[in-house]
Nanobody
Framework: QVQLVESGGGLVPPGGSLRLSCAAS????????MGWYRQVPGEERELVAA???????NYADSVKGRFAISRDNAKNTVYLQMNSLKPEDTAVYYC????????WGQGTQVTVSS
């Protein structure tokens, strides 16, 4: 059974940085696309950043220039480096992998507050 396990969330002051990691286990394939989504209570889950197996990236306008997504195909792992964090970045962040269907992690809380 394929599982995506996130780590690296937590509490950080405005202007701070965090690095999220997501490792896939139990898969015999490499995800076509891996990415990060986030969700706050009462709102829809939104795409933060995504990266293809070939390294092409896509970012939400709200995080361009502050966040950077990367992946290690050999390890089936994706990372999200988040810099210059703002209170509006507070959310549960979910790892996503796509290989003929969506796979989701359990989510990790990121809280930006002083």
């Amino acid at each position: 059974q394929v599982q995506l396990v996130e780590s690296g969330g937590g509490l950080v002051p405005p202007g701070g940085s965090l690095r999220l990691s997501c490792a896939a286990s139990g898969s015999t394939f490499s995800f076509n696309t891996m990415g990060w989504y986030r969700q706050v209570p009462g709102e829809e889950r939104e795409l933060v950043a995504a990266i293809t197996r070939g390294g092409s990236t896509n970012y939400a306008d709200s995080v361009k220039g502050r966040f950077a997504i990367s992946r290690d195909n050999a390890k089936n792992t994706v990372y999200l480096q988040m810099n210059s964090l703002k209170p509006e970045d507070t959310a549960v962040y979910y790892c996503n992998g796509w290989y003929y269907r969506d796979y989701w992690g359990q989510g990790t809380q990121v809280t930006v507050s002083s």
